[in-house]
């Protein structure tokens, strides 16, 4: 009974029968003073904190056509500059493969840095949900109605005007990375 059994899980074990495929998530980003970036790695941390996910995250000009082509999910960070996006990360998506819709169905989230309360981060976050939409692409929003355009963070006004990101803001990207993982694990 021991070796048919055994027989039995091999015989599956060729057809590919509960393996699971590595997901991979790319969080691209923007940074020109570094709080990004330190969302950006938050959001790596969450991702990669979910088993079966491989997370690879690099800046928006070290991101290749490939990486976009590889990914399951593409997450994109940016600043807020006057409630849009950064022109750099405008013109990184502009760029985008289009023909043929390679991007389609992949997952999409946003996380954005701004200056401000209500300096536009919520306009920014939709503004690139927007562009995953356009290329077909499935978006993710936070785990909470806090965090439902994405995560974003506070970074120059009245008690969040510090050197390092607040730790709810950090938690916000955490969370973004983890339900991003998650849910593109649920993915065929």
Excluded: C
Excluded at 88 to 95: P, Y
Excluded at 118 to 124: I, M, T
């Amino acid at each position: 009974m021991k070796q048919s059994l055994i027989v039995v899980l091999l015989f599956i074990s060729q057809l590919g029968y509960g393996q699971v495929k590595t997901k991979n998530v790319l969080i691209a980003f923007y940074s020109k003073t570094a709080h990004t970036q330190s969302l950006a790695e938050e959001v790596a941390k969450g991702a990669q904190s979910i088993p079966g996910v491989q997370v690879v995250l690099k800046s928006i000009h070290q991101t290749t056509t490939k990486d976009l082509l590889n990914a399951d999910a593409i997450i994109i960070g940016s600043p807020v500059y006057n409630a849009n996006l950064a022109p750099e990360v405008v013109k990184f998506m502009s760029e985008w493969p289009f023909e043929g819709n390679p991007l389609k169905d992949k997952i999409g989230a946003a996380f954005v840095t701004a200056g401000g309360i209500s300096a536009g981060e919520e306009l920014a976050q939709v503004n690139l949900l927007h562009t995953m939409l356009i290329f077909g692409m499935i978006v993710v929003g936070g785990d909470e109605w806090t965090s439902a355009f994405g995560a974003s963070a506070i970074t120059n006004e009245s008690i969040f005007k510090t050197e390092k990101l607040d730790k709810i803001f950090l938690q916000k990207g955490f969370t973004l990375g983890q339900r991003v993982a998650t849910i593109t694990k649920k993915m065929k």
